[in-house]
């Protein structure tokens, strides 16, 4: 799927990833959450290979947020807790407060203590969506992976989840998939993604003046 794909993100730095469906995008996002591993080639985490390090660790270092939220059945602080789970009421409720979030808890009959069912049925997909960047940032991971965790939502919503995920992204090293301008034009670097190779890699007003693919 992918053929001669070398890059690296100092840290801090936004990667944001674009190029046509199917040219392999998702791929690296999973190559770099160890849900694939490589045939070839290896993926480095502060010079270390991660197919060395423990699934635990990876998790402690890495959050995702992807495009379909991932939600359990069971309260809103439970799910919360899942990157964290010694997170307290006060944690979570000042973290949601922190993304501009502060005001879903209270549209809620119990608060944190709220049940959720599984995916989160019955709360919008906003809402799902901002709980799921609440977690992460409990969670506190070194590298943020983004996977079109805006496309499905309404100008709306994502104007609100935009707002969280800026909280969420500063300090952080953060790879980004995604089509939308908005999201892709503020990336330090972006690289475009064509048929299991990287074609072009800039800003984007590098790549605009190129005229290329990109542009």
Not at 25 to 46: H, I, M, Q, W
Not at 122 to 138: F, M, N, P, T, Y
Not at 166 to 190: F, K, Q, Y
Request: with cysteine; charged share 25%.
């Amino acid at each position: 799927t992918l053929r001669d794909v070398s890059w690296s993100a100092r840290a801090g730095e936004v990667i944001a990833l674009v190029g046509p469906t199917g040219a392999g995008k998702s791929t690296v996002v999973n190559l770099l959450c160890r849900f694939y591993e490589p045939l070839a080639g290896r993926v480095l985490l502060d010079g270390r290979d991660i197919a060395d390090a423990t699934l635990a660790s990876l998790e402690r270092q890495i959050g995702v947020v992807l495009q379909e939220p991932v939600l359990f059945g069971g309260t809103v602080l439970e799910n919360l807790r899942y990157g964290r789970p010694e997170t307290t009421e006060a944690e979570a409720r000042a973290t949601l407060e922190s993304i501009g979030a502060g005001w879903f808890l209270d549209k809620l009959p119990q608060g944190l203590h709220s049940p959720l069912e599984q995916r989160g049925v019955g709360i919008s997909q906003g809402e799902r969506q901002l709980l799921c960047v609440a977690r992460a940032l409990l969670a506190d991971p070194a590298v943020l992976v983004l996977d079109e965790a805006t496309s499905s939502l309404d100008t709306r919503s994502e104007a609100a989840l935009a707002q969280a995920l800026e909280v969420l992204m500063r300090g952080r090293t953060t790879v980004v998939v995604a089509h939308r301008l908005s999201t892709v034009r503020r990336a330090d670097r972006i690289l475009y993604v064509d048929d299991g190779r990287i074609v072009e890699s800039g800003t984007h007003r590098e790549l605009v003046a190129a005229g290329g693919p990109y542009a």
